[in-house]
C-alpha cells in the first residue's frame, strides 16, 4: 500500500493515511462514538472480511475504494455480503464518489479516498444524516450570509465547495484548492459553493457552510 500510518518512515511513492483521525474527530463532534478499524488492503477478500465485522454498527463510514477503479471494491463488496447501494456518485467538486445505502441493518457511507473530498462529503452529507438519526431537529446545514473577499470562477460543471476563512463577514479562500491540498483545508472555517460556470464578483454577497470543525 501507498498509505503510512504516521509516524512511520515514509518510502518512494508513499504518504501519511490522514483520513481515519480526520473522520474520527468529525464523527465525534456530531455525536458519535467512532470505532476505527485498520486500513484494508485493496482485495476483495480483505473488504469482504472488514465490511462483515463493521456491520454490526449502527453506522458504517469508508473512506476509499468508491470510484470506479480496479481497486474500488467497496460497491461490489457490499453487494456480495448482502448489503444495498441506494446512491453513487454526486454532482459535488470536490467529493463526486460517494455511496449511501445499508449495510444490513447498519447505515453505510462511503466517502472518496482524498482527505479534502471525503472532508467535503462528510461535512454535506454525512454530519446531517448523523445528527438526524440522533433526532436533532434542524440538522441541515448551518449557513450563513458573507461578503466574497475577491473575485471566484467555476469553469467546471459541477458545483465547487471551496474551503476559505469566514472572518469580520468576509469569505477568503484558503490555499490551494485541490482534492489532495490539506493545508488549505487546515484553516478554513466554511465552505462556498460555486455553481457549475458561475462567477462572483469582489464584494458580491453569498452564502457560506459553516459548522464545528
Known sequence: SELRTAPEPLGPGEIYETNRIMLQELGRKAGGVPHLFEPVPDREQDHFNALRKAASRDVVLIAGGVSVGERDLVKSTVERIGGKIDLW????RPGKPFVFGRLHEAWLFGLPGNPVSAFVTFVLFVRPALLALQGWRGASLSMTEAVASQAIKNPGERP?????RLESGQFTPTGVQESHALFGLAKANALL?????????????????????
Open 193 to 213: 459553493r460555486v455553481g457549475a460556470g458561475e462567477e462572483i464578483s469582489q464584494g458580491q454577497r453569498v452564502v457560506v457552510v459553516i459548522g464545528d470543525w
Open 89 to 92: 456518485k454526486v454532482a459535488v
Open 160 to 164: 465547487h465547495y471551496l474551503r476559505g
